[in-house]
């Protein structure tokens, strides 16, 4: 059993900078493509960004290009999001999700990932 536990979320003011984190405990990391997502207040979630299992490949929501960063760190089984230049309209609940079916691609459909975490709140003051 996959267990994904985020940290890292809290309040900072427009133009400060968080890192997110996400601990895969159960598996190894290797063994999974990683994606965030994002569910602002009454709206539906959405996709943030991806990293592929050899950290090679990673694709970014517009909206974030040039400000967030995934990586990952096989070793110490955890995967990151820093958020830097935040906006009020980053405002969300951030949740980390493993894929385990994808060897070298990654993918943006939340149908493709099989665990998720509980999620961060993320709130970005004006």
């Known amino acids: 059993q996959v267990q994904l536990v985020e940290s890292g979320g809290g309040l900072v003011q427009a133009g400060g900078s968080l890192r997110l984190s996400c601990a895969v405990c159960g598996r190894t990391l290797r063994n999974y493509a990683m994606g965030w997502f994002r569910q602002a207040p009454g709206k539906e979630r959405e996709f943030v960004a991806a990293?592929?299992?050899?950290?090679?490949?990673?694709r970014y929501v517009d909206s974030v290009k040039g400000r967030f960063t995934i990586s990952r760190d096989n070793a110490k089984n955890t995967v990151y999001l820093q958020m830097n230049s935040l906006k009020p309209e980053d405002t969300a609940v951030y949740y980390c999700a493993a894929d385990s079916d994808t060897y070298y691609s990654i993918y943006e459909a939340e149908s493709r990932y099989d665990y998720w975490g509980r999620g961060t709140q993320v709130t970005v003051s004006s």
């Open positions: 990293i592929s299992r050899s950290g090679g490949d990673t």
